[in-house]
């Protein structure tokens, strides 16, 4: 079927086709079993797609779009296209993907045992991840990106391209892992249970370290790059030498092994 304007679609079975054109249209989409499209054209227009079993794809175009979608073991696709867009995904036994094209786009994935991707493309964009037990993978693309990742027993990707971006890894029992690519990047590194890589790649990068039983590598990469420890100098043992060094702090049982590193703090 396919319409113009707002529009309720479901049932079994189905496809489900919507075309806005231009104007700011409202799309909701669910059932079970469908194809469902959605194509918003010029404007603001909002998404929810929902259901079981389905495949949900939505189309912003240029403006301002928002995309809701979950639901349980759906293929979700949202694509942003043009425009400071908004997305938001997660459910249950999803495979969620959300390209954002170019614009300041936000992303907000989490659920439930859940194939989490999302692509930022041109523009300084902000990536929000967790829920539990999820494979989440974010990619800033060009621009000054923020990454969030977090959550408990995921395994959280970040990759930041070109750019001065800012990494905040934590949560609990995740295995975590972040390339800065070129720019000035900036990590934070906490939670618990953890095991987190950082890659600095190119740049003067700064990775500041913290949380309780964790067991992080640090790679600075090429530039003069900076370590900050969390605790006083005396809390942490060091081990190693040429360039390679291990630092362990028994109070809150985390190990940081660095190499690539020009300078070390305390704090």
Known sequence: ????????????????????????NHVHQGGGFNHNRAHGGWGNDSFSQRGH????????????????????????????GRGNDAFGQGGRFNDNYASGGSGRDRFSQGGLGNRNRA??????????QGGRFNNNYANGGSGRDRFSQGGL??????????????????????????????????FNIGGRGNTTTANGGSGRDTFNVGGRDNRVNVNGGSGYD??????????????????NYSYYNAGT???????????????
């Open 226 to 243: 900076t370590l900050n420890l969390n605790g006083q100098q005396s809390d942490w043992a060091r081990s190693g030498n040429k360039g």
């Open 119 to 128: 692509y930022g493309g041109r523009g300084n964009d902000a990536f929000s």
């Open 153 to 186: 027993g995921n395994v959280n990707r970040a990759d930041g391209g070109r750019g001065n971006d800012v990494f905040s890894q934590g949560g609990v029992n995740n295995r975590n892992i972040a390339n800065g690519g070129s720019g000035n990047d900036r």
């Open 53 to 80: 079993n389905n495949l949900n794809q939505a189309f912003g175009g240029p403006g301002r779009d928002r995309f809701s979608q979950g639901g349980i073991g759906n293929r979700n696709r949202a694509y942003g």
């Open 253 to 267: 049982n985390t190990r940081v092994n660095a190499r690539g590193i020009e300078q070390v703090n305390y704090q």
């Open 1 to 24: 079927m396919s319409h113009w304007g707002n529009a309720f679609q479901g049932g079994h079975f189905r496809y489900n086709n919507f075309r806005g054109g231009w104007g700011n």
